[in-house]
């Protein structure tokens, strides 16, 4: 489905019925990140899914699209769906705009799940690297952002005995558009630390890593953890980057369990 939001055409999917449930994909996906997710979580919850601006079916105006934009793009979902609270799940560049929502609207929030993701802001280095991406892409398009991303973001196991995750993550990274792609790496280039949110989080938070991840280490997701009053850390074997799309079964048993332990017990 389509809605006009902030000026532009945002594309959402959203299935099922029951707790709301919005699944916020990271860099360079779109909502197919989480097709694994959505099949098993629609059939208790309502899973909304939406291609962030830049991805996927959604307008790609120019950028940056700042952390803080991209939460408002969420909010204005939530409020034209009428949706007073939800869980709110992101994966990596989805966690960081998860938390810029906890940061901004914590009263739209029954829980939150950071997956792959880190409070931190970029390094200097980090920051310089994604203005040189940007750079590049003007000059020769995104297939080497494809191409690096690939050889990243799965884990060792994945790669061997998965191929068919492999071409499932390639498919969907080529078809994003390198106006979305540069939007996107401006906006978290852009970005605050959040780490101060954490300590005063009065909501139930599931941290989850992929112990082979080497684009965020888990270690991040221990720091997170343990800041949190109400937090609790999964490190998931045999996943890099991409947790959810990696060990799918896994992911989802932790996640369901999460999101049945927040639902408020009615007397
Ligand atoms: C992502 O998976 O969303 C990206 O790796 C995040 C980033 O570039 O920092």
Redesign the pocket.
């Known amino acids: 489905m389509e809605v006009e939001i902030n000026n532009i055409d945002l594309y959402y999917e959203d299935q099922g019925t029951g707790k709301p449930i919005v699944l916020i994909h990271?860099?360079p996906f779109d909502h197919h990140l989480w097709d694994r997710q959505v099949e098993i979580l629609a059939d208790h919850h309502r899973v909304i899914t939406p291609d962030l601006r830049g991805f996927g079916q959604s307008d790609a105006p120019e950028g940056p699209y700042t952390m803080t934009q991209y939460a408002a793009d969420i909010i204005a979902l939530l409020d034209l769906l009428q949706i007073d609270r939800a869980i709110i799940a992101g994966?990596?560049?989805?966690g960081y705009i998860s938390l810029a929502i906890a940061e901004q609207y914590p009263e739209r929030l029954d829980g939150l799940v950071l997956s792959n993701t880190r409070t931190a802001k970029d390094t200097a280095a980090i920051r310089q690297n994604r203005y040189n991406t940007v750079e590049k892409i003007k000059f020769e398009g995104t297939e080497f952002l494809v191409l690096d991303m690939l050889g990243k973001v799965l884990s060792k196991d994945t790669r061997k005995h998965n191929p068919a995750v492999l071409e499932f993550v390639e498919q969907i990274m080529r078809r994003q558009r390198a106006a979305g792609i540069i939007g996107a790496q401006q906006g978290?280039a852009q970005r605050k630390d959040r780490s101060f949110i954490l300590n005063d989080l009065q909501i139930p938070v599931l941290v989850i890593a992929g112990r082979d991840d080497k684009?965020i280490s888990p270690m991040e997701a221990k720091r997170i953890a343990k800041e949190l009053p109400l937090g609790h850390l999964e490190i998931i074997p045999k996943a890099g980057?991409l947790s959810n799309l990696e060990q799918p079964d896994t992911y989802n048993e932790r996640f369901m369990r999460f999101v049945e332990s927040t639902e408020v017990v009615e007397h």
């Open positions: 990271g860099f994966l990596s560049m989805g978290m684009l980057h």
